[in-house]
């Protein structure tokens, strides 16, 4: 029940494609579900989060779409830039289930975006 | 500078010896977090600390793992009898405070076990 899966593990795109990587969890008590994006040699740095009361979040060319039912959530990648390509990770938690702020990640997909 | 610091950035080791991995947080956050990462591999989570409170240790793989915090600042992991296993990047994170959800990560520090 802790994990988040995480899929595909790598991924290429040509520049201005859509990559979209997918995440899905098992605790229902999850309510805060960010991605982090971590270049080589770097920690990793929160790139966007959303929370169960809405289904989309955008900020600048970068989306993540809920679905509470299927207990899944995905980031979309618009007109991606050879910038881009980094590893991307999903996470949940759940302040509500006593976990703090405690993150379980997925397993990481790599992006590449060719130019 | 103004983010988590770690030190060392990279350590080579024999199996056998302990090792200390430092983390400076960001001064006035609360929280703070070790997570592993192996190569090719997720983020896999070790301790939590925050505040006063006692630690989650749910995540650290054996005893020979242990993380200390002291005036609720600077962090020491410490990893005892180092195996090959061991070998991977150490990451430790702080936030504010658990309820703002953001993670800020240091570098990492790259542990190598011959």
């Known amino acids: 029940q802790q994990q988040v899966k995480q899929s595909p593990q790598s991924l290429i795109v040509q520049k201005g494609g859509i990559p979209i990587i997918n995440c899905a969890y098992e605790?229902?008590?999850?309510?805060?579900f960010p991605w982090y994006q971590q270049f080589p040699g770097k920690g990793p740095a929160l790139l966007i989060a959303?929370?169960?009361?809405?289904s989309e979040k955008k900020e600048g060319r970068f989306t993540i779409s809920f679905n509470k039912s299927a207990k899944q959530f995905s980031l979309h990648i618009m007109d991606s830039q050879p910038g881009d390509s980094a590893t991307y990770f999903c996470?949940?938690?759940?302040?509500?289930?006593?976990?703090?702020?405690?993150?379980?990640f997925g397993q990481g997909t790599e992006l590449s975006v060719k130019p | 500078g103004a983010g988590v610091s770690q030190s060392p950035s990279n350590k080579v080791t024999e199996k056998g010896k302990d090792v200390e991995l430092r983390c400076d947080p960001i001064?006035?956050?609360?929280?703070l977090y070790w997570y592993r990462q192996s190569l090719g591999q997720g983020l896999e989570f070790l301790i939590y600390f925050q505040g006063n409170s006692a630690p989650d240790k749910s995540g650290l793989p054996s005893d020979r793992f242990s993380a200390e915090r002291t005036g609720g600042s600077v962090s020491t992991l410490t990893i005892q009898r180092t195996q090959q296993e061991d070998s991977a990047v150490y990451l430790c994170a702080s936030s504010l405070s658990p309820r703002t959800g953001e993670l800020f990560f240091g570098e990492g520090s790259r542990l190598t076990v011959l």
């Open positions: 001064s006035g956050h609360t929280a």
């Open positions: 959303i929370r169960p009361d809405v």
């Open positions: 605790n229902t008590a999850f309510d805060y």
């Open positions: 996470a949940a938690s759940g302040r509500e289930y006593n976990q703090g702020g405690k993150l379980i």
